[in-house]
């Protein structure tokens, strides 16, 4: 099995992993991002959630993962298919 290295953002709740520019993901969930002067935010709305409350992310919390074939065909992954470096 190969791997990738991506970004990723990763559901506090569910613990998913959202790699970075495949939003809209196909489970639902999706990812805006905006930039503040030269602040870059992130708010993941995860598919998880009954109630549409993203969790909240600046750009020095966003992690460098190995990413699976699998989980980058998808977008998103389980904590095994997405990895921390």
């Given at each position: 099995m190969s791997y990738r290295i991506r970004h990723c953002i990763s559901c506090p709740h569910c613990r998913t992993r959202y790699l970075m520019g495949f939003s809209p993901y196909a489970n639902g969930?999706?990812?805006l991002s905006s930039s503040v002067?030269?602040?870059?935010?992130?708010?993941?709305?995860?598919?998880?959630?009954?109630l549409p409350v993203p969790s909240r992310w600046t750009g020095d919390e966003v992690k460098t993962c190995e990413v699976s074939d699998s989980a980058y065909r998808r977008g998103y992954g389980s904590p095994e298919e997405v990895m921390l470096l």
């Open positions: 969930a999706y990812l002067g030269l602040i870059e935010e992130y708010a993941l709305y995860c598919a998880c959630k009954q």
